[in-house]
């Protein structure tokens, strides 16, 4: 497949698809996207970590080809100006399996936000977001070691989906006039307004991810988040919706909270995954209360977003919080934060968001063993108290290092194993 700007190495092979599964090479071509701002930091820092951990695993066996690919501003550089070139699309879809950093976004003007028009236009629907505590990672719970969930948060509808109408404009005018003739609405005048899709198929094909997901990696039970005592045709129904496709596609390996308390007297059988479901603004409290009693989250793309923050606020902050956007096989993992301009090119940042990232883009093609040797490193090292400045102002103590420096004491602690 030709490129314009993009150059795939010449050494290495493809992931692709075969019945519905993915197929790993041994030295397989994975993308990357620099990112913007603090990127030109976080990135080389964790390739470097990436590539020693899988050196380390597995001793030359198996290796990655890096393919860089080109969004935001970096892009805009090479495509003329065009910070959302439609070859990067093309290599992504080529690749199947890339990572990205930080993309800006400006607030209240120019373009949209490049990471929701990159989950749009690719159809990446899922946004996974693990949390989970590390040792030695501070922290404002007073047990944080009981907080270990994945939060799958629809990517596609809701309130993100792009449809509004600014105050002013015909089509504001044309929307206020319909609504309030023809459906009785009653609102202010000059509202700008916004409309809410949540759908059967969006719904579904979100909590079926999650089932599977939880199937796969052993996990106890799905909780669906939602807001549907006060919106019920649409968060209501997303959760109707995910407790049909948990009976309908499931039925033998799920069982619904309710159904345990009627015959099981609140213990659920074995093998069982328990679909349970929660009121958003409750849950935020539940998860500082009694994170044990959660596992996987699946909750519709604004509660998503406040959700997977808060939660990391639990076990360390956006710094550390990995995640990823996933289609039905294409995924791209990412940094979760933001481009932090102010600090980048300064070596100071923590690269973990973006490393953890990465933890979780092996353990999607299978590489478990580059995952963990980072996370013990990763422990090992933060044990030790050698961290980058925003852990220094938290842990009493602590030798700061920079960004590459932090890199190198991974580097080392994955080498002496």
Known sequence: MGFEHIKMPEQGARVTV???????????????????????DITPACMKVWNAAIAKAYGGRRKVHWAELYLGEKAAGIYGGNYFPEETLEAIKHLNVAIKGPLTTPVGEGFRSL???????????????????????????????????????????????????????????????????????????????GIKPISAFGSKRLVRKAIQYAIDNNRSSVTLVHKGNIMKFTEGAFRKWGYELAAEEFGDVTISEEEVWEKHDGKAPEGRIVIKDRIADIMFQLM??????????????????????????????????????????????????????????????????LM??????????????????????????????????????????????????????????????
Request: one cysteine or more; glycine letters at 10%; charged letters at 25%.
């Open 18 to 40: 075969e019945n519905g599964r993915l197929k790993v090479p041994d030295e397989p071509i994975l993308g990357f996207i620099e990112g913007d701002g603090i990127g030109v």
């Open 115 to 193: 990471n929701v028009s990159l989950r749009q236009t690719l159809d990446l629907y899922a946004c996974v977001r693990p949390v989970k505590w590390y040792r030695g990672v501070p922290s404002p719970l007073k047990k944080p070691e009981e907080v270990d969930a994945v939060i799958f948060r629809e990517n596609t509808e809701d309130v993100y989906a792009g449809l509004e109408y600014q105050s002013g404009t015909e089509e504001n005018r044309k929307l206020a006039k319909f609504l309030r003739e023809e459906m009785g609405a009653e609102f202010f005048e000059d509202a700008g307004l």
């Open 356 to 417: 953890f990232s990465g933890c979780m883009m092996f353990d999607y093609i299978g590489w478990h063993e580059v995952s963990k040797l980072i996370e013990n490193a990763f422990e090992k090292v933060v044990g030790e108290k050698v961290v980058t400045y925003d852990f220094a102002r938290l842990i009493d103590n602590a030798t700061k290092v920079p960004t590459s420096g932090f890199a190198d004491a991974l580097v080392a602690a994955i080498e002496r194993g």
């Open 288 to 353: 500082l209360l009694r994170p044990a009693e959660f596992d996987v989250l699946a909750t519709m793309n604004l509660n998503g977003d406040y959700l997977s923050d808060a939660l990391a606020a639990e076990v360390g902050g956006m710094g550390i919080a990995p995640g990823a956007n996933m289609a039905d096989h294409v995924a791209v993992f990412e940094a979760t934060h933001g481009t932090a301009p102010k600090y980048a090119g300064k070596d100071m940042v923590n690269p973990s968001s």
